[in-house]
């Protein structure tokens, strides 16, 4: 008699039975449907915080070229400046952001820049998930420095 370790008989019975993977599939619908809510939730949050660390980034980028410059840039400048040297860039020592995705939040939309009217006060502004000004929520307008 011959007898081969390691091999198993398999019988007809062996396996899972329909009902049973429907079962099991059953238990995990019912725990994704329980648990997605919540971390699509999350994820909103997530992403606000991480907006409002970026748009701090941008505004201290902007710091960083009054510093070199003398000034802040100019409304038409806009944000792109802190990417390319201006045409009276003598003083300037950047780019202040590493990219042009630096200046986009979260959600795709860009950061936008305004200049005060005296020149000494702006503002780097986030408009949330939305894109609208003054929303609620997760499309709350995100600014740095704080509104003045």
Do not use: C
């Not at 039975?17 to 019912?30: D, P, R, S, Y």
């Not at 840039?73 to 202040?96: I, K, R």
């Amino acid at each position: 008699m011959r007898r081969h370790f390691g091999q198993r008989r398999i019988d007809a019975d062996a396996g899972y039975t329909l009902t049973e993977i429907l079962v099991v599939m059953a238990i995990i619908g019912m725990l994704a449907a329980a648990l997605t809510p919540g971390l699509v939730g999350q994820l909103g949050r997530s992403r606000a915080k991480t907006a409002q660390v970026q748009v701090e980034t941008v505004a201290a980028a902007v710091e960083m070229f009054r510093s070199d410059m003398g000034r802040y840039p100019t409304q038409s400048e806009g944000l792109q400046v802190l990417m390319s040297q201006p045409t009276d860039g003598e003083g300037w020592v950047g780019p202040y952001v590493k990219s042009a995705k630096a200046l986009t939040d979260p959600w795709g939309k860009p950061i936008e820049y305004k200049m005060g009217e005296d020149g000494r006060n702006y503002a780097v502004i986030s408009l949330g998930a939305d894109g609208q000004a003054d929303g609620q929520g997760l499309n709350r307008d995100l600014s740095a420095p704080a509104a003045r």
